[in-house]
């Protein structure tokens, strides 16, 4: 029978093994397994869903944990109200006031006093409207053009939904996400150098260019940087910088939207548009409405607004961008309607239809 020596007990009892840790281990381990089999058995509560966006096959989508799909949280301070059908011989705004707004004096009054109270509330200005020393009371009268334009002239992007001033104020007599030229970012240094390599907001905070806006919003500056030929040295070929221009352009979309690339594109075909999904064609029309928000109306109110209202560096008007109205959003306000209950805000016409 095998005897332990006679130092074993004392070498024992000085270096005692201490199966704590082990232990530990051992049961860190099973519990994770049975919460695994659990999650298992019980279904992911953190299941993802892909939003196909695009033809089959060509993996056209966005993929989203549902857990972290929100309401937009700005939906609970949106007013609405029903119109009031006229039925013949109503006064009319611009018989009922003396400085009835242009574009609304063929509104009933009782109309144009409920779009005005709504606008009030939409905008956060309380006084808005009620007298020409307001420099807002001259604003809104572009915007509201602008509102007409955009649900008229732009109804494939902006869909059934429409829009009206709360798509972008949310109760805030200043938009967020609107942007500023900020261009040079790097003082001490000139040309191409001088537009990146600093985080700004309008590059997304990245050294991207921070001119991508100006040009592609603002200017009329086109997105072609995809040639199947390598080397092209044709005119107008596109350079290095205007690839990372458009690559911070891009990044702006996807933060905007708080979707990824193939939500638009095929990333294996960026150059092959029958290849991409729809929303690449409501892109490009987003961008055209855009560029006509900026120089045809924003840029007219430039001597209208006061000195803190303008940009900090080159005192030019406030623009719009995907933000403005998207605010982490694949549509804004959840694609709440915005205009069933305000026709007048549809058409450019004084014939408003209302049912």
Not at 23 to 39: D, E, P, Q, S, Y
Not at 95 to 112: I, M, P, Q, V
Not at 148 to 172: K, W
């Amino acid at each position: 029978m095998f005897r332990k020596p006679d130092w074993y007990e004392e070498w024992a009892k000085a270096n005692p093994i201490r199966s704590s840790g082990p232990l530990v281990l051992l049961c860190t381990v099973g519990v994770a397994i049975i919460v695994a089999v659990g999650i298992i058995l019980m279904a992911n509560p953190w299941q993802t869903s892909t939003l196909q966006t695009g033809p089959r096959g060509l993996a056209l989508g966005v993929i989203k944990i549902d857990a972290n799909r929100t309401e937009d949280p700005t939906i609970a301070g949106y007013s609405s109200s029903e119109p009031i059908i006229p039925t013949g011989g109503e006064v009319l705004a611009r018989d009922a006031y003396e400085n009835a707004e242009e574009s609304l004096g063929h509104l009933t009054k009782d109309n144009y006093d409920r779009l005005v109270t709504a606008m009030r509330s939409w905008t956060g200005i309380e006084d808005l409207f009620a007298g020409e020393e307001n420099y807002q009371t001259v604003v809104a009268r572009m915007m509201i053009q602008m509102t007409q334009n955009i649900n008229e002239g732009y109804e494939e992007h902006v869909g059934g939904a429409g829009v009206n001033c709360y798509t972008c104020h949310r109760g805030q007599p200043v938009p967020s996400g609107i942007w500023f030229n900020n261009v040079p970012v790097n003082s001490n240094v000139s040309g191409w150098a001088a537009a990146q390599n600093r985080a700004t907001m309008n590059s997304e905070y990245t050294s991207l260019p921070s001119d991508a806006l100006e040009k592609y919003l603002n200017d009329y500056n086109v997105i072609r940087v995809h040639d199947l030929e390598s080397r092209v040295d044709n005119e107008g070929t596109a350079t290095i910088q205007d690839t990372e221009r458009t690559y911070s352009l891009m990044n702006h979309f996807s933060n905007s939207l708080n979707v990824n690339c193939t939500f638009c594109h095929n990333t294996r075909a960026f150059y092959d548009l029958e290849q991409s999904a729809p929303q690449l064609n409501q892109a490009q029309l987003a961008i055209g409405m855009i560029q006509e928000i900026n120089l045809d109306y924003l840029t007219q109110i430039e001597d209208v607004l006061p000195p803190h209202r303008l940009g900090p560096m080159h005192g030019d008007v406030p623009k719009v961008a995907c933000l403005t109205c998207h605010k982490g959003y694949s549509k804004p306000l959840n694609g709440l309607d915005m205009v069933s209950d305000w026709p007048e805000l549809t058409t450019t016409d004084d014939e408003v239809v209302y049912e």
